[in-house]
């Protein structure tokens, strides 16, 4: 079946660590995504990709990184310098160019301990 | 699952009335408009969509309504039934040159069908 998979589900950091969400699509899609979900808000973006080997700040990229080696895969990093580390983070993909639906992954929470 | 959207405008209809849900948005040049229902725990699940040269669109038991004068984007669910219950996004294309598409969210509504 065709979709977009996130792991883990749930994470757990200890202050001043890093860690590391997975986000693989077999969709053949160009163009990748990472949102942040927080209580009584929408989804703000973090990064995006339009295509391998390359990736674009959001509104809110500071204290995230990603990479883009793979089509398939876009994985986010949330390092310790990102002070609210705890909310549900969102994977999406799409079809290159304008106007075509984005299709979301499961998400992964969170949670600083 | 933990909810999402804790603080969120909440709607409650009657099961098997219509609900209308209602988004603005803010960019007069954003051109394509998407609505995601989203479940507690769950990523948002694709609705309907629109485009910027159409008022109207409908789905099975889904309208979207677009007046773009107003910036004003509204979903009508018909027939409202229990498995509609979530938080509901609207979601506009503002799009940034060279780099394709740029969904922006809405805070999103909690729609809760009441039996």
């Known amino acids: 079946d065709g979709g977009i998979t996130q792991s883990p589900k749930y994470l757990f950091r200890k202050e001043g660590q890093n860690v590391t969400l997975s986000c693989e699509q077999n969709?053949?899609?160009?163009?990748m995504y990472w949102y942040r979900q927080d209580p009584g808000q929408g989804l703000r973006l973090i990064y995006y990709?339009?295509?391998?080997?390359?990736?674009q700040k959001g509104d809110i990229a500071e204290g995230y990184s990603v990479s883009r080696e793979k089509k398939e895969s876009f994985p986010l990093t949330v390092t310790s310098a990102q002070k609210n580390p705890t909310a549900f983070y969102l994977c999406?993909?799409?079809?290159?160019?304008?106007?075509?639906?984005?299709?979301f992954g499961q998400g992964t929470r969170l949670t600083v301990v | 699952g933990e909810s999402v959207g804790l603080h969120l405008p909440t709607l409650s209809v009657q099961e098997g009335d219509n609900s209308i849900i209602n988004c603005a948005y803010s960019?007069?040049?954003?051109?394509?408009f998407i609505w995601y229902k989203q479940e507690s725990g769950k990523g948002p699940q694709f609705i309907i969509d629109?485009?910027?040269?159409?008022d109207k669109r409908q789905g099975q038991r889904v309208t979207v309504l677009l007046n773009k004068t107003v910036k004003h984007l509204s979903l009508q669910i018909a027939a409202t039934q229990p498995g509609d219950s979530a938080v509901y996004f609207c979601?506009?294309?503002?799009?940034?040159?060279?780099?394709?598409?740029?969904?922006?969210f809405g805070p999103g509504t909690r729609l809760s069908v009441l039996p």
């Open positions: 999406a993909s799409n079809l290159a160019g304008m106007n075509t639906e984005a299709f």
């Open positions: 969709l053949n899609h160009d163009a």
């Open positions: 990709s339009q295509i391998v080997n390359d990736f």
């Open positions: 960019n007069s040049a954003s051109d394509y």
């Open positions: 629109i485009r910027s040269n159409m």
């Open positions: 979601a506009e294309n503002r799009g940034r040159k060279n780099y394709g598409q740029n969904f922006v």
